[in-house]
């Protein structure tokens, strides 16, 4: 039986601008905050095209920080469904401490989602702006592509490309087609 392939998407830093509070980077915590990277829908309809499922994997432990009501993060994920062809949202919301095995870098939400929607993983590509999303990619037998700079690499892997938006990311994967489907 052949399995489907997809586009695994790290939420913030990728398909949405961070906020800049206090000379820090942080999620969004409330619709007004939530503004698209230039290039994230077309990206996202190019890569439906080419026969991908789209599944956002997100930590956000801010919600058990106190700091965002999980009603928040529910209506800006609801708005990413409604303007972006996604066609599921994993969510952690563990803080480092917890030691779940669904916080990136652990592989736990790509795995969760390869069972649910039958991926094969060896196809499919996880795209984010942490080294972290990149050692969840490698750690599930997925392709990896590093929007940005990313943060300190430490110990963690190197991504196989690296891009400065999802939007170029679709492009390297649009090339790979041909790779992919032998």
Same mark, same amino acid.
């Given at each position: !039986? ?8 790290? *939420?913030?830093?990728? &398909? ?8 820090k980077a942080r999620a969004p915590y409330s619709i007004e905050d939530l503004e698209l990277f230039p290039g994230v829908i077309e990206?996202?309809?190019? @890569? %439906? ?13 801010? !919600? ?5 009501? *999980? ?8 708005? &990413? @469904? ?11 919301? $563990? ?9 990136? #870098?652990? #592989? +736990? !939400?790509?795995?969760? =989602?390869?069972? %649910? ?8 590509? !996880?795209? +984010?702006? *942490?080294?972290?999303? &990149? =050692?969840?990619?490698?750690?599930? +037998?997925? *392709? ?5 700079? +990313?943060? &300190?690499?430490? $110990?963690? #892997?190197? #991504? ?23």
């Amino acid at each position: !039986m052949k399995k489907n392939k997809a586009i695994f998407l790290d *939420r913030d830093g990728v &398909i949405n601008k961070l906020v800049l509070k206090n000379g820090k980077a942080r999620a969004p915590y409330s619709i007004e905050d939530l503004e698209l990277f230039p290039g994230v829908i077309e990206a996202c309809q190019q @890569l %439906k095209n080419l026969n991908y499922f789209i599944i956002v994997v997100t930590n956000q432990p801010d !919600m058990v920080r106190g700091l965002v009501t *999980r009603e928040s993060i529910d209506i800006i994920n609801a708005k &990413i @469904l409604e303007c972006l062809l996604i066609d599921d949202i994993q969510i952690c919301f $563990h803080d480092n401490e917890d030691k779940c095995l669904c916080r990136k #870098p652990k #592989p +736990g !939400m790509l795995l969760e =989602a390869a069972l %649910k929607w039958e991926i094969d993983l060896e196809k499919s590509f !996880m795209i +984010g702006d *942490r080294y972290g999303d &990149i =050692a969840a990619g490698v750690s599930s +037998g997925c *392709r990896t592509i590093l929007v940005g700079e +990313g943060d &300190i690499q430490g $110990h963690f #892997p190197t #991504p196989n490309y690296q891009v400065t938006s999802l939007l170029e990311a679709s492009f390297i994967i649009e090339s790979l087609q041909d790779d992919l489907n032998t």
